[in-house]
Antibody, heavy 120, light 110 residues
């Protein structure tokens, strides 16, 4: 059974870089036809797609975040990672990783989510 | 960028009733690229419907999706107690390649 688990610091200072990793277990990140994505949800608000990556390294980013986002993949560790630079309080959210049946199959397997707070 | 607007914001119904949730797009969306999710408090979203009308694995047949162009609907035929949650629609657009979500509809017990 495929499982995804987010990990990383729960507290990040303003202007610094948020870094999270998603570890995939029970399956290979190198599966064809699937991308791997990051989605976030600010407290009490809706969902926002951040970006998605294929195991080859091909990426798609939310245009509104593109200048600050880098998503990378490490197939040897079955992991993919998110870096979001120059964070502000507006980046405080629950961050989810998910398997992305690109483009139209939806995000069918999700991690449990990890809360990241931006505060000094 | 395509904007998805969901209505109503909150829907109050009783178990056993039929729920109809709407998702309207600011411009035409390929039916192949429209999905619906359910989210309960403290949990990750769960994929219900993809391709506008295909149920995801393990989703009960009381959930159905329909629509095309700019208007899409999620219908829950007979509400079960576990169906009360927030529902989001999502679309994929290719110019530029990106996903957007609607703002959500909260389905609450009346």
């Amino acid at each position: 059974q495929l499982q995804l688990q987010e990990s990383g610091p729960g507290l990040v200072k303003p202007s610094e870089t948020l870094s999270l990793t998603c570890t995939v277990s029970g399956g290979s990140i190198s599966s064809s036809s699937y991308y791997w994505g990051w989605i976030r949800q600010p407290p009490g608000k809706g969902l926002e797609w951040i970006g998605s990556i294929y195991y080859s390294g091909s990426t798609y980013y939310n245009p509104s975040l593109k200048s600050r986002v880098t998503i990378s993949v490490d197939t040897s560790k079955n992991q993919f990672s998110l870096k979001l630079s120059s964070v502000t309080a507006a980046d405080t959210a629950v961050y989810y990783c998910a398997r992305n049946d690109f483009p139209g199959g939806g995000m069918d397997v999700w991690g449990q989510g990890t809360t990241v707070t931006v505060s000094s | 960028e395509i904007v998805l607007t969901q209505s109503p914001g909150t829907l109050s119904l009783s178990p056993g009733e039929r729920a109809t949730l709407s998702c309207r797009a600011s411009q035409s969306v390929s039916s192949s690229y429209l999905a619906w999710y359910q989210q309960k408090p403290g949990q990750a979203p769960r994929l219900l419907i993809y391709g506008a009308s295909s149920r995801a694995t393990g989703i009960p047949d009381r959930f159905s999706g329909s629509g095309s162009g700019t208007d899409f609907t999620l219908t829950i035929s007979r509400l079960e107690p576990e169906d009360f949650a927030v529902y989001y629609c999502q679309q994929y657009g290719s110019s530029p390649p990106s996903y957007t979500f609607g703002q959500g509809t909260k389905l609450e017990i009346k």
